[in-house]
DNA sequence: GACTTTAGTCTCATAAAGTGACTAATTCGC
DNA sequence: GCGAATTAGTCACTTTATGAGACTAAAGTC
C-alpha cells in the first residue's frame, strides 16, 4: 500500500473486503497515511516473485490483521481507467469478513456500500463487479453462513441472504429450499430477542446429496 | 506473440478462441516461428500504453484477422504457474469463433479440446478455466447462436448446446424451455438432410420479456 | 409399400417455487 | 391477568418448471 509501483510490477492487487454491517453491506476502505488523499480501496505492487494469491493475502493481513473467511478472484481490471497507483492493470479479489469479529488495523475505516466515498474510476469498477461475484457465487459456496457466527436463526440467515441478494425472500421458500439443501442442522437451543416467539438456533452442517441435474436454462433477454 | 515480455509489461494477455469443430470443440494453438517449441494459447506481452481489451484484440486478429463474436474476460493466472513468457501473470480472455468462416492465419492450428498437446502449466489452467467461463455464461449469452449461421435448425441448436455443456438434453424440454424465452423465431425455410423429414430454419429473434425472479438456489454440496 | 431415420408435438408425472394464511410462543401496555 | 403486538415456524394451495416417453409427420431406402 504505501509503496509505488516498482519498475518490476506494473500492476497492483487491489481487496475489496465485505462484511455484514447492521443491516447494509460495507467495505474497507483506507487513506492511507496521507489525510488528503482520496479513500481507496486496500491494494499493493507486489514484489518481484510474489503471487497475486500471496499479495492479495498480505493486503488482507495489513487492513485486518487475518484473511478473510472466504476469497475470490474478481478479474483484472485497467482499460484506461485511473488507479491510485500508475499500475496500468489491477488483478481484484473480493474477500469476505465476519463484521463482529474482526476490527481494521488503523488507517482503515468500513464504509457501508450504498454511501461510498469517491473513489477512482477503476477500483469503482472493481466494487461494482465485487457485489456481481459474490451474488454469483451465493448459491454454490456458504458464504452467508459465514458471515454469521457459528449458530443463527434462520430469520438472520434469511436476512443475510436478502443482504447479499439485495432483495427481499419469501420466509417459506426460502425455508423450503434450505431444507431440500440439508445445509443446517438445529441445535438445542433458542434464543428470545426481546418481543415475539423465541427462535431456534442452527448451525451450519451440510450433508451430501445427490447435484440437481437441470437441463439448459435461457436467461437472457436479447443479443 | 513474437516479442519477449518488455520491462514495462511483466504481463501477458492470452486469448483462448473457441470454435466448435464438427463434433467437437477445439481451441486455436500456435507454435510461433519456432517449430520445436511447444504449443501454447496465442499471447501478447502488451505494450506501453495499450488496455488489455485493446491486447486481446490484437492477439485475437493476428490469429485470425478478425473478431471473436463473443469475448469475455476470464481472470488473471500466475501463484508460480509456468507461462511461456517469463511474465509473472496472463491476464486471460475467451473468445468465441464460428468454425465455418474463419480460417487461422498460418501458424495456428485447431486442436479439439480432448486432444490436446502437452500446454505450460498456467495456459492449461487457463483453457480449464475458459471451458468453465463459457458454460456459466451460456444461459446469459447468445453464445451458441452466435456459433451457428444466421438460420439454424433446432437440432443444431441443441446439438450446439450439448457440446458447449457436455451433456446431453432432452429434446422436448429443450424446445419447450426455448420457446418460453422467446429467443428464436421460424423462417420460412426448411432444409432436408438426406434421410428423415426436413427441418425446419430458425433465426435468432430475441424479444423482450420480463425476467423470471428466482429466490433462492442451494447449489452447493458440502464446504 | 414396409422399414428406417430425423423432426416436431403431446401428454402425463413429478418436482420446484410463489403466496398467503394459519398456529405458536413470547413481550408489552394496561 | 389479559389482549394486542411481534416474531417464529408451518401448512395448504396454486402455478410453473422439468423429465421422460410416446406419439405423429415427412422424408429416404430397399
Known sequence: MRERPSRTSPYTVDVVLVTAMGNELAILLTRGSNERER???????PQAGETIGAASVRVAEDAIGELPIWTEQIGAFGDAKRHPSDAEISVAFVGLVP???????AGYTWFPMRDLPPLSPRQRAIVEAATRTIQSRLDQA?????????????????????LLLGKRLHKASFRRALQGAWLVEPTDEWRSEGRGRPAQ?????????RRPHRGVRFDFLYP
Chains 1, 2 share one sequence.
Open 39 to 45: 479513500w481507496a480501496l486496500p491494494w499493493r505492487a
Open 99 to 105: 463484521h463482529q469479529t474482526v476490527s481494521p488495523n
Open 142 to 162: 456458504p458464504i452467508a453462513f459465514r458471515l454469521l457466527p457459528s449458530t443463527f436463526t434462520l430469520s438472520e440467515l434469511q436476512q443475510m441472504y436478502e
Open 201 to 209: 438456533l442452527f448451525r451450519y452442517a451440510p450433508k451430501k446429496r
